[in-house]
């Protein structure tokens, strides 16, 4: 069974620019969850789907941030315009049942704003 | 606010015994979770402890006391693959985790 898989691995753009992550969860799990972790610091949570709809987008830092999971399958998150603070790793990771004690993570994104 | 307390850095020997200690300050509590995490990895689910008490898988055991707002993650027979950071997490009631900035494992021969 594949894992939660995100591309890109690298991305590299300059502040202004935009990007756009992917994620693609386990097959069959409903929950989709996306977090980062900043300058080494905690892994800290931004927004949950269940299939296609927002559950809880309380983490989202601010409106340069969208993110969208049409079909309730893969999901990207797009930053536009980045900013300097928004550098970190982006990870990505899915449950099949809401109440799972287990989500499954996928490698992250490493994503630099020069 | 939410937070969750762990130690930054840990030193043990291979064959040792260590433990890790995790102390929570959340809004809502369902669970605690250890994920195990290697340089450039993706976060792995170690554990998960939803009521008070031991849980134990091979050579790693995961304690929870509710009252105390507090668990450990104990690693046995230590083996050098084992370095890796270290990460409590509370899965709220809402169902995402918080997590605390993680405690980094060096095990030495």
């Known amino acids: 069974e594949a894992g939660v898989t995100q591309f890109p691995s690298h991305s590299v753009i300059e502040k202004g620019q935009t990007v756009t992550l992917r994620c693609d969860p386990i097959?069959?799990?409903?929950?989709l969850y996306w977090y980062r972790r900043v300058m080494g610091k905690e892994i800290k949570f931004l927004l949950h789907?269940?299939?296609?709809?927002?559950?809880?987008e309380s983490g989202m830092p601010n409106n340069r941030f969208l993110a969208e999971r049409t079909g309730g399958t893969y999901s990207t998150l797009k930053v536009q315009p980045a900013e300097l603070e928004d550098s970190g790793v982006y990870f990505c990771a899915s449950s099949q049942y809401t109440s799972g004690n287990e989500q499954f993570f996928g490698p992250g994104t490493r994503l630099t704003v020069l | 606010g939410q937070s969750l307390e762990q130690p930054s850095e840990v030193t043990a020997v291979e064959g040792a015994i260590v433990q890790i200690n995790c102390t929570y300050q959340?809004?809502?509590?369902?669970?605690l979770s250890w994920y195990q995490q290697h340089d450039g990895g993706a976060p792995t689910f170690l554990s998960y402890?939803?009521?008070?008490g031991l849980e134990e898988t091979g050579r790693f055991s995961s304690f929870l006391s509710r009252s105390d707002s507090y668990g450990y993650l104990l690693l046995q027979e230590l083996q050098m693959k084992d370095s890796a950071s270290y990460f409590c997490?509370?899965?709220?009631?809402?169902?995402?985790?918080?997590f605390g900035s993680g405690t980094r494992l060096l095990v030495r021969p």
């Open positions: 959340t809004s809502g509590f369902y669970g």
């Open positions: 997490a509370v899965m709220d009631s809402s169902y995402k985790l918080i």
């Open positions: 097959s069959g799990h409903d929950n």
């Open positions: 402890n939803a009521l008070d």
């Open positions: 789907f269940v299939k296609e709809s927002k559950q809880d």
